[in-house]
């Protein structure tokens, strides 16, 4: 931990996962736009998971941040910030922190909307930290949803890894020589178009002057600047594990457990590998969960302390892309 600073980590995790699972067979009568001949849509993914229609983010949210704080023994009242990012808001506008806020009952909390898309969760990881470390709040709550499967144009293959999730964690001061060590970022806004949101009819949707409109926000690709994002996807995060385990002076063989985004079946470990981390140190759901987005790293962070993987003095590194294009990661040494 920097001298001078108050030592700050995460103190509990939560997950609200759907009950629901979508398997492949959900397309089969589907015609997808654009998949090229021989081309597999479901490779790495065997099922996702997916929230009820009536089902708010903010209600995910609220239920995963109540989980976290439930495990860090944190109550309401405790809580001084909470930091909210939401793949897909109640609203266009205001964002869902305050009402988050309000349904978790925290009075004393204020309530920020941090985003940087699918990376947003180590980001708020990261800022957290670093305003504990400097005594501006004592502990925060930070919460992520994704509700992908309302956004995806089910026409286009692209989107048959998409699920839902919410995760969060609660932050706060650790014992000494525990919780953040470092972070690094980076963004390469030249990406900025390869993923958006845009009103529009699905691909797949041949309308006719009397066919009832189907426009709606769907998830959209750049097939070209996907492409080039793909191809250049484990370099970009290479350049950031480097930096960060350098920044960290830790070596790839002590990282004992390494989280990142799984946005298809083969990121998570090209990245790992990259650095030269061994598989037995990381955890991934891509077969079961699919892309969920800024959901992954705490979703997966929970499911792995529950099984084990996280000990005292356990260095945990945590990586993700996000839209925009950026890149970020973060070291901690796990203990409470």
Known sequence: ???????????????????????????????????????????????????????????????AGQQAMEMAGVSPEEIDLVMVQSMIQDEILPGNG????????????????????????????????????????KKILIITSAFCSRLADYSDYQCCYLGDAAGAAVLGQVSEGHGYIASYCNSHGEYHKGFTLQTRQP???????????????????????????????TVH???????????????????DLFLSHQPC????????????????????TFGKYGNIASATVPVNLFEAYEKGFLKEGSNLLMASSGAGENHIAAVLKWGK
């Open 265 to 284: 079946h083969w990121a998570h470990g090209a990245w790992r590998d990259s650095v030269g981390i061994s598989p037995d140190n990381s955890y991934e």
């Open 98 to 137: 305050c009402l988050v806020q309000y349904k978790l009952g925290l009075e004393n909390a204020g309530a920020w909307t941090v985003d940087t898309c699918c990376s947003s969760f180590v980001t708020m990881v990261v800022t957290a930290s670093n305003l504990i470390a400097t005594g501006e709040f």
């Open 203 to 233: 691909k797949g949707y041949e309308r006719r002057h009397f066919s009832p409109s189907l426009e709606k926000p769907l998830l959209t690709f750049d097939k070209e600047l996907i492409r080039d994002v793909g191809r250049k996807s």
């Open 1 to 63: 931990m920097r001298k001078g600073l108050i030592p700050a980590g995460i103190l509990g995790m939560g997950a609200a996962i759907p009950e629901q699972i979508r398997k492949n067979d959900f397309w089969s009568n589907i015609r997808f736009s654009d998949l090229k001949e021989g081309k597999n849509p479901f490779e790495g993914i065997e099922e996702r998971r997916v929230f009820p229609e009536n089902m708010l983010p903010s209600d995910a949210e609220a239920k």
């Open 237 to 255: 995060m290479k350049q950031v594990l480097d930096r960060i385990l350098e920044k960290s002076d830790i070596r790839p063989g002590n990282i």
